[in-house]
T-cell receptor, first 112, second 116 residues
Framework: QKEVEQNSGPLSVPEGAIASLNCTYSDRGSQSFFWYRQYSGKSPELIMSIYSNGDKEDGRFTAQLNKASQYVSLLIRDSQPSDSATYLCAALNNNAGNMLTFGGGTRLMVKP | EPEVTQTPSHQVTQMGQEVILRCVPISNHLYFYWYRQILGQKVEFLVSFYNNEISEKSEIFDDQFSVERPDGSNFTLKIRSTKLEDSAMYFC??????????????FGPGTRLLVL
């Protein structure tokens, strides 16, 4: 069974702090990883993708991938109240019809 | 910016009725997907579709489900005989292609289906 696991939270951080979100995956056939943000009742919105081991930065967001440890993380710097949402980690297997396997999400609360 | 659109936004139906959920993927995208999310649960893969045929389907996607690309723009999900447990948010997604940097999936706003 291919699984993506996340701590459900809530993760509460003060405004301006760094939020750290983590994810582990079980399918070693997964080649690509994505972070989506989901507001309540809305659809997943892409934040970042990462394909190679190491860090990838995009504005206030940094994704980290460690394939040996099967671990993906997302750092959000200078957290804003508008970042309060559920963050979904997803793993993609190209050999399975591009199927995305999602984690259950971590709920982030940024307090002003 | 191009986006995936879905209709209707909400659908209420009686158990045993057929429903068709519609999606218009991003115009230059070649891969299409349906996912569902039961309230409070994970987003779950249903099916992927490429070149007018199913590429992959999950265990959820049983004989009650079918997908179709009836014309050059629409992509539909049909549930033949709805059950109470089909109540969920259904998301359509599309991606440009396979392969790194082209496989990112963009999601539509969803159709909330309620089966009574």
């Amino acid at each position: 069974q291919k699984e993506v696991e996340q701590n459900s939270g809530p993760l509460s951080v003060p405004e301006g702090a760094i939020a750290s979100l983590n994810c582990t995956y079980s399918d070693r056939g997964s080649q690509s990883f994505f972070w989506y943000r989901q507001y309540s009742g809305k659809s997943p919105e892409l934040i970042m993708s990462i394909y190679s081991n190491g860090d990838k930065e995009d504005g206030r967001f940094t994704a980290q991938l460690n394939k040996a440890s099967q671990y993906v993380s997302l750092l959000i710097r200078d957290s804003q109240p508008s970042d309060s949402a559920t963050y979904l980690c997803a793993a993609l297997n190209n050999n399975a019809g591009n199927m995305l396997t999602f984690g259950g999400g971590t709920r982030l609360m940024v307090k002003p | 910016e191009p986006e995936v659109t879905q209709t209707p936004s909400h659908q209420v139906t009686q158990m045993g009725q057929e429903v068709i959920l519609r999606c218009v993927p991003i115009s230059n995208h070649l891969y299409f997907y349906w996912y569902r999310q039961i309230l409070g649960q994970k987003v779950e893969f249903l099916v992927s579709f490429y070149n007018n045929e199913i590429s992959e389907k999950s265990e959820i996607f049983d004989d009650q489900f079918s997908v179709e690309r009836p014309d050059g723009s629409n992509f539909t999900l049909k549930i033949r005989s709805t059950k109470l447990e089909d109540s969920a948010m259904y998301f359509c997604a599309s991606s440009e292609a396979r392969g790194r940097y082209q496989e990112t999936q963009y999601f539509g706003p969803g159709t909330r289906l309620l089966v009574l």
